[in-house]
């Protein structure tokens, strides 16, 4: 529900962000030149193409790949050369006539909507507003949330958020364009084909053609942004923070009662029952399972992805737990659900089970079906599932590892106590764990894809498309440079040597979360070739790409600030994230 109020609101606001303020000319000179209801037919007939656009080409997007390979620039200069038409024609009304096809199509189209303007209007206003759809698209964060994790995981609630955000954009640009019939109708004079202010209208038109055609406009939106101008992107941030604070269920200590109507009764009052393991994609270390079969269990189920660097921090603890709690009756479960599409693969995830360790069962939850079950929105996160199978517990991300232990702990011994037993008392392992792990302050994670990459410091965040780099004079701390020929995508930017990639961090540890074809990356730091630093991924101051994974890429001695610098010197580097420890 959020989100669909979220989508909303970003629809409304997209009118302020600074990606389409230079384009509000078109929506108002296009509503302008016709008097009454015709002129407020225009507003509804451009917003109208403008916002079915959004949508067809959002799904175009999705649904094939073949478009997605069509370089970016193809749409700038196709939405910028209909601007420019149009204002052509503005400036010389009778050159439209003289095309035959478009004459005749847009004789045709009057007909059929029973339109009394000119021959010129209903089907130009259409491609003009279809024109301004893909750029419209590029500047909403929430749109890319939907167009990104949503739609490919349930498609018709995508559609519903995809609606709600075309529906609030519809309704401000309706807004604007009529007040600006509305100035219209007061000054007849602007109904004169030939009048200036048409004229001038038209090289407004061919101004703002010229602007969407050579992406000036995301060097606009830079500098406002820089200036502090117009950010109404932050709105839309808030709005997708509230209720992403930590969601734990505190462990309430009860009696243990004996009878199994009662005591459930009980437990319903305080707790949710767990929802059932559903649509499986695969299981490791385990035949097919599911939540019911272990009843009468303790049940700690992870939710992980393996490329988050967050979810790998908690891995030893689980193994502690595993080991120490299993004859106890504790069943660990891993929720392997993809944050990337190569993450659905099932031989990637069983590399990475056995890299790190993991004995205990994990299971596939590649279309995100027991995630929306659970009603989660995050990596890590752990329930905590008693006898009963009710989640009496529960923590989102890392740490709390000893109230966490505890929570198992009276788990256990509730456990024990219905079968007549008494709990071992054993010593916290997860103390023993963090003994051997020194948590330092480290740099945020870094998204190189476009729905995420806000961190980007010298291009557009959210945009997806293919452009050159040059790295500015000044490098600020914790952001993301690059430099050279870059593919920026949905989850990952795609650099071909020789680019680079340059990130002042802070940290002991650097990871990146990579896949490449024959990708061979030089890793320098503050300027030189790495060492003695180098990760376990490093040999001889080169990374070597050849699986989507995640990458070892620094493992210092002590923690600090530094600058990394990598060098595609062969092949092609597919970037996702950079993590760090």
């Excluded at 007909?111 to 590029?138: E, I, M, N, W, Y």
């Excluded at 009468?296 to 189920?301: F, I, S, T």
């Excluded at 456990?415 to 392992?429: C, H, Q, S, T, Y």
């Amino acid at each position: 529900m959020l989100l669909l109020l979220t989508s909303f609101v970003a629809g409304l606001l997209t009118v302020l962000a600074p990606c389409i303020l230079p384009l509000l000319p078109v929506i108002v000179g296009g509503s302008v030149g016709a008097h009454g209801s015709g002129g407020r037919q225009r507003v509804f007939v451009i917003v109208g193409s403008l916002a079915v656009s959004v949508i067809l080409f959002t799904l175009l997007l999705k649904a094939s790949t073949a478009l997605i390979g069509i370089p970016p620039m193809v749409w700038m200069w196709l939405s910028g050369g209909i601007v420019i038409l149009f204002g052509i024609t503005l400036l010389f009304p009778g050159l439209w006539e003289r095309v035959p096809f478009l004459a005749k199509a847009s004789i045709a189209a009057n007909k059929a909507v029973g339109a009394g303007h000119t021959r010129q209007s209903f089907l130009g206003d259409v491609l003009v507003g279809a024109a301004l759809g893909p750029v419209f698209t590029t500047c909403s964060p929430t749109y890319f949330i939907v167009l990104a994790t949503v739609l490919p995981v349930n498609f018709t609630l995508g559609m519903v958020y995809l609606l709600a955000y075309a529906g609030g954009l519809a309704l401000a640009l309706i807004a604007i364009g009529l007040l600006g019939q509305r100035l219209a109708d007061k000054l007849g004079v602007l109904a004169n084909p030939q009048s200036a202010f048409k004229r001038g209208l038209g090289i407004i038109f061919i101004a703002v053609g010229i602007i969407v055609g050579t992406g000036l406009d995301k060097d606009i939106q830079v500098r406002l942004l820089d200036a502090g101008f117009f950010d109404v992107t932050k709105v839309e941030q808030w709005l997708l923070r509230q209720g992403e604070e930590s969601a734990e269920r505190p462990t309430v200590r009860e009696p243990v009662i004996m009878d199994e109507g009662l005591r459930t009764a009980r437990k319903a009052e305080l707790y949710e029952r767990v929802p059932e393991i559903k649509s499986p994609a695969g299981f490791i270390n385990t035949q097919p399972l599911t939540l019911e079969q272990f009843r009468g269990k303790v049940v700690l189920l992870d939710i992980w992805t393996y490329s988050c660097i967050n979810c790998v921090r908690t891995i030893p603890y689980l193994n502690a737990w595993h080991t120490a709690y299993e004859q106890d009756g504790l069943v660990i479960i891993g929720l392997h659900t993809p944050e990337f599409a190569f993450e659905k693969e099932i031989e990637n995830v069983r590399w990475a089970v056995e890299q790190l360790g993991i004995e205990y069962p994990v299971v596939l939850d590649n279309d995100y079906a027991t995630w929306r079950e659970l009603g989660n929105n995050f990596w890590p996160r752990k329930y905590l599932i008693d006898v009963d199978g009710f989640i009496v517990y529960d923590h989102i991300g890392e740490g709390a590892y000893e109230e966490t232990e505890i929570a198992i702990q009276q788990a256990l011994m509730e456990r024990a106590a219905l079968r007549g037993a008494e709990a071992d008392a054993k010593r916290p392992v997860a103390t023993a764990v963090a003994a051997d792990e020194r948590q330092y302050a480290h740099s945020p994670e870094i998204y190189f894809g476009a729905w995420r990459n806000e961190r980007l410091g010298n291009g557009v965040p959210g945009l997806v498309g293919t452009r050159a780099y040059e790295l500015p004079q000044i490098l600020e701390r914790d952001t993301l440079y690059l430099e050279g020929m870059w593919q920026t995508t949905d989850e990952y930017a795609s650099g071909v040597a020789p680019a680079r990639i340059r990130f002042e961090y802070t940290g002991k540890d650097v990871f990146m979360v990579a896949s490449g074809n024959g990708a061979v990356v030089r890793v320098l730091v503050d300027g030189q070739p790495i060492s003695t630093a180098a990760g376990v991924d490093v040999v001889n101051g080169d990374l070597r790409v050849t699986e989507e994974r995640l990458y070892h890429i620094i493992d210092d001695g002590a923690p600090g600030a530094h600058v990394l610098e990598l060098q595609i010197i062969e092949g092609t580097l597919e970037a996702y994230t950079f993590t760090f420890g």
